[in-house]
């Protein structure tokens, strides 16, 4: 791992740890550990299966519910205090584009131009890569957890929804 994503990982865990006691909704256990100076996570197995794969099988209602409880997390994030956090979070269109920088591949900031304004105007914490691959759902067709606080940032109410609709 780059310094950047070493900071990255570094930050996820130590923000899921914090997290964990402050929402209902069941987020992954992350530990960190370090490989000749390099950090990389282990993570709680979690029996469940992807949004992404169960979509198709669920249910109307099922769909209802977990809409429901994908909302329901995505309130708790917004109304979440980082008081007591130590890590300062980046806004979502500042990490997009340290990110960018990792490589040299070229990337068209342009698109992000409403966000930065949106983030000009409000901003909350968000999950910041909110997809259904990150969200799990278990036998009974809830979700039981939700994964990968790698993009935690701050940014508008509407990103982590726009996030989840577009992907």
Same mark, same amino acid.
């Given at each position: 791992?780059?310094?950047?994503?070493?900071? *990255?990982?570094?930050?996820? *865990?130590?923000?899921?740890?914090?997290?964990?006691?402050? =929402?209902?909704?069941? =987020? +992954?256990? =992350?530990?960190?550990?370090?490989? $000749?100076?390099?950090?990389?996570?282990?993570?709680?197995?979690?029996?469940?299966?992807?949004?992404?794969?169960?979509?198709? &099988?669920?249910? @109307?209602?099922?769909?209802?519910?977990? @809409?429901?409880?994908?909302?329901?997390? =995505?309130?708790?994030?917004?109304?979440?205090? &980082?008081?007591?956090?130590?890590?300062? %979070?980046?806004?979502? +269109?500042?990490?997009?584009?340290? %990110? +960018?920088?990792? $490589?040299? @591949?070229?990337?068209?900031?342009?698109?992000? $131009?409403? &966000?930065?304004?949106?983030?000009?105007?409000?901003?909350?914490?968000?999950?910041?890569?909110?997809?259904?691959?990150?969200?799990?759902?278990?036998?009974?067709?809830?979700?039981?957890?939700?994964? $990968?606080?790698?993009?935690?940032?701050? +940014?508008?109410?509407?990103?982590?929804?726009?996030?989840?609709?577009?992907?």
């Amino acid at each position: 791992r780059n310094d950047f994503f070493a900071g *990255v990982l570094e930050k996820e *865990v130590a923000f899921s740890k914090f997290l964990r006691n402050k =929402i209902k909704t069941p =987020i +992954s256990h =992350i530990e960190i550990g370090y490989d $000749d100076g390099r950090p990389f996570t282990m993570h709680q197995k979690i029996k469940g299966r992807s949004l992404t794969e169960m979509y198709p &099988l669920l249910s @109307a209602e099922d769909k209802v519910r977990v @809409a429901d409880q994908v909302a329901e997390f =995505i309130y708790e994030m917004q109304h979440t205090s &980082l008081d007591g956090f130590d890590v300062k %979070l980046p806004t979502t +269109s500042k990490f997009l584009e340290d %990110l +960018s920088h990792v $490589d040299d @591949a070229y990337y068209d900031f342009s698109k992000h $131009d409403s &966000l930065v304004e949106l983030e000009q105007n409000e901003q909350v914490l968000n999950h910041a890569d909110l997809n259904p691959g990150n969200v799990l759902i278990d036998e009974n067709n809830n979700v039981c957890a939700i994964l $990968d606080f790698a993009f935690v940032s701050t +940014s508008s109410k509407i990103n982590d929804v726009s996030r989840l609709i577009g992907r």
